[in-house]
């Protein structure tokens, strides 16, 4: 499937650790996550008899990639169904195991060095490099989210890592913001 990109605005607290935890919780309670494959059974197996029936009329040397896709989609949906939704956080990463859920539930914690399933600060340096203040606001880190990184430009974080920042409003903190990549 691949990583998947995200970010959040999070009330700040001076404790961002907390601030991230109140986050997972929210995100959690939410379902603003990926599920296992086995939670969408039943939309797995519309779209592989709506592909099936789409290819069926393709010449046979046509069809040796897709009826190959279709036979291992089918193999898939006869592994072990998770019986029921996770109940928690720890139990919705197990289901999902290393595909992961691709959001902030992936990460575990704030850190001050880069590392799987962490956070760190972008630096005074970055963040001044970044959005020219250091007291970037809501409106310029989120146009800034939205930014399309050039090729060869050295990452912010790696796949399970992420970075956050404090956001500012008239002066004061008012958000975090959290920024990451996730899940395979």
Same mark, same amino acid.
């Given at each position: 499937?691949g990583?998947?990109?995200?970010?959040?605005?999070?009330?700040?607290?001076?404790?961002?650790?907390?601030?991230?935890?109140?986050?997972?919780?929210?995100?959690?309670r939410?379902?603003?996550?990926?599920?296992?494959?086995?939670?969408?059974?039943?939309?797995?197996?519309?779209?592989?008899?709506?592909?099936a029936e789409?290819?069926?009329?393709? *010449?046979?040397?046509a069809?040796?990639?897709t %009826? =190959? #896709?279709?036979s291992?989609a089918? !193999?898939?949906?006869?592994?072990? $169904?998770?019986?029921?939704?996770a109940?928690t956080?720890?139990?919705?990463?197990?289901?999902?195991?290393?595909?992961?859920?691709?959001?902030?539930?992936?990460?575990?914690?704030?850190?001050?060095?880069?590392?799987?399933?962490?956070?760190? *600060?972008?630096?005074?340096?970055?963040?001044? %490099? =970044? #959005?020219?203040?250091?007291?970037? !606001?809501?409106?310029?880190?989120? $146009?800034?989210?939205?930014?399309i990184?050039p090729?060869?430009?050295?990452?912010?974080y790696?796949?399970?890592?992420?970075?956050?920042?404090?956001?500012?409003?008239?002066g004061?903190?008012?958000?975090?913001?959290?920024?990451?990549c996730?899940?395979?």
């Open positions: 499937m990583a998947s990109g995200w970010c959040y605005f999070a009330p700040y607290q001076q404790d961002v650790s907390a601030a991230l935890q109140e986050l997972k919780q929210q995100v959690f939410e379902g603003l996550y990926e599920r296992p494959m086995d939670l969408y059974r039943e939309e797995m197996g519309q779209a592989i008899d709506f592909l789409q290819y069926k009329d393709l *010449p046979a040397a069809r040796v990639h %009826d =190959l #896709f279709l291992m089918r !193999t898939a949906m006869r592994q072990p $169904r998770i019986k029921r939704r109940r956080i720890k139990e919705l990463l197990r289901q999902c195991g290393e595909s992961g859920t691709h959001s902030i539930l992936d990460i575990d914690r704030i850190s001050d060095v880069r590392g799987l399933s962490a956070i760190v *600060p972008l630096s005074s340096e970055q963040v001044l %490099d =970044l #959005f020219g203040t250091d007291q970037p !606001t809501h409106d310029t880190v989120e $146009r800034w989210s939205q930014r990184d090729l060869g430009a050295e990452p912010l790696d796949r399970w890592e992420g970075i956050y920042v404090v956001v500012y409003k008239d004061q903190p008012d958000e975090v913001y959290f920024e990451g996730s899940g395979d």
